[in-house]
């Protein structure tokens, strides 16, 4: 009798095997449509993927951004394009953008990248059934730093341009920046900085350098409501990198939010397995609707909790 029992226990412990795979594989994310061209820059086309927002009606936008460093990372990396889960079922018509990366492509390059997927997805709203005066950035990490910046530089179109689409402005209505920096100036310049600024350090020396590349000096009573979301272990923005940036925001009456993660790390991906972690894709998604004057379903596609197990 003893064989058949191994043979039950091997398959029993084979069968959990597979339902817990099942349970932690992260879902398929699949856009609508990909590979979108929304403009050229130095020979090469700059692309972006869309997910169709759930429900009718004419949609407010989110863009986001992806993280990598300054020099890596695409439209389909897993901790920004995260968002895309939660966003889309709730209503919005969501785009994530490529970008030029350095060293080839420092600065500004990403800037006016992705200034030019603001202005290309503003002026071909329509034919999204989307609202181009209700848009709002969404990045993480390098890609929490462009839309820092991006919102921050508020930079209207070129009505002179021969383009049709750079005579559209770039500036958003809301932006939520996750693990971002907002300056230069209080972060020791690793390895991925040197790469993305030090052509503008070259040329105009360090101080002026990293004052001209950091977002918080762009900081203006014009700019859009802000939300940061970020960790407070994370590995390498120190969480005075938000608080910095809304007391600067805050001094001009600019609204500024924040959403703490206790424990949390730099990228999404392990939040969902901190004991007691905020929901906060549900308050980030309540928070964008209260901005952008909209209202969808919350709930669908965001990862579930995974307790941890008491020993």
């Given at each position: 009798?003893?064989?058949?029992?191994?043979?039950?226990?091997?398959?029993?412990?084979?069968g959990?095997?597979?339902v817990?795979?099942?349970?932690?594989?992260?879902?398929?994310?699949?856009p609508?449509?990909?590979?979108?061209?929304y403009?050229?820059?130095?020979?090469?086309?700059?692309?972006?993927?869309?997910?169709?927002?759930?429900?009718?009606?004419?949609?407010?936008?989110?863009?986001?951004?992806?993280?990598?460093?300054?020099?890596?990372?695409?439209?389909?990396?897993?901790?920004?394009?995260?968002?895309?889960?939660?966003?889309?079922?709730?209503?919005?018509?969501?785009?994530?953008?490529?970008?030029?990366?350095?060293?080839?492509?420092?600065?500004?390059?990403?800037?006016?990248?992705?200034?030019?997927?603001?202005?290309?997805?503003?002026?071909?709203?329509?034919?999204?059934?989307?609202?181009?005066?209700r848009?709002?950035?969404v990045?993480?990490?390098?890609?929490?730093?462009?839309?820092?910046?991006?919102?921050?530089?508020?930079?209207?179109?070129?009505?002179?341009?021969p383009?049709?689409?750079?005579?559209?402005?770039?500036?958003?209505?809301?932006?939520?920046?996750?693990?971002?920096?907002s300056s230069?100036?209080?972060?020791p310049?690793?390895?991925?900085v040197?790469?993305?600024l030090?052509?503008?350090?070259?040329?105009?020396?360090?101080?002026?350098?990293?004052?001209?590349?950091?977002?918080i000096?762009?900081?203006?009573?014009?700019?859009?409501?802000?939300?940061?979301?970020?960790?407070?272990?994370?590995?390498?923005i120190?969480?005075?990198?938000?608080?910095?940036l809304?007391v600067?925001?805050?001094?001009?009456?600019?609204?500024?939010?924040?959403?703490?993660?206790?424990?949390?790390?730099?990228?999404?991906?392990?939040?969902?397995?901190?004991?007691?972690v905020?929901?906060?894709?549900?308050?980030?998604?309540?928070?964008?609707?209260?901005?952008?004057?909209?209202?969808?379903?919350?709930?669908?596609g965001?990862?579930?909790?995974i307790?941890?197990?008491?020993?």
């Open positions: 009798m003893l064989k058949p029992l191994v043979k039950r226990s091997a398959l029993t412990l084979l959990s095997v597979i817990l795979f099942v349970l932690c594989a992260a879902p398929t994310r699949t609508t449509k990909d590979g979108i061209v403009g050229v820059a130095d020979g090469q086309q700059l692309t972006m993927d869309y997910y169709a927002p759930k429900g009718d009606g004419i949609h407010p936008i989110v863009i986001i951004i992806h993280g990598g460093g300054y020099h890596g990372g695409t439209s389909k990396s897993d901790s920004e394009a995260y968002v895309a889960d939660f966003l889309a079922p709730a209503g919005y018509a969501v785009f994530s953008i490529n970008y030029r990366v350095a060293p080839r492509y420092p600065y500004p390059c990403m800037v006016l990248d992705a200034q030019r997927a603001v202005r290309f997805i503003r002026y071909h709203a329509k034919d999204w059934n989307a609202d181009p005066n848009i709002a950035l990045g993480g990490s390098a890609g929490g730093f462009l839309s820092n910046m991006v919102g921050l530089k508020n930079d209207g179109g070129d009505p002179t341009a383009d049709p689409v750079d005579r559209e402005s770039a500036k958003a209505q809301a932006v939520v920046s996750l693990f971002a920096q230069f100036e209080f972060v310049l690793n390895a991925d040197h790469r993305f030090d052509p503008l350090i070259a040329k105009e020396g360090q101080k002026a350098a990293i004052r001209d590349a950091s977002p000096t762009y900081v203006s009573a014009d700019d859009p409501p802000f939300l940061e979301i970020l960790g407070d272990q994370d590995e390498y120190p969480f005075q990198e938000a608080v910095n809304q600067a925001l805050h001094k001009l009456h600019v609204r500024c939010d924040i959403i703490k993660i206790p424990g949390g790390k730099h990228g999404t991906w392990g939040w969902n397995k901190i004991p007691g905020p929901d906060w894709e549900r308050e980030m998604t309540e928070w964008l609707n209260v901005r952008l004057n909209h209202k969808g379903p919350i709930g669908e965001i990862r579930p909790r307790a941890a197990r008491a020993n």
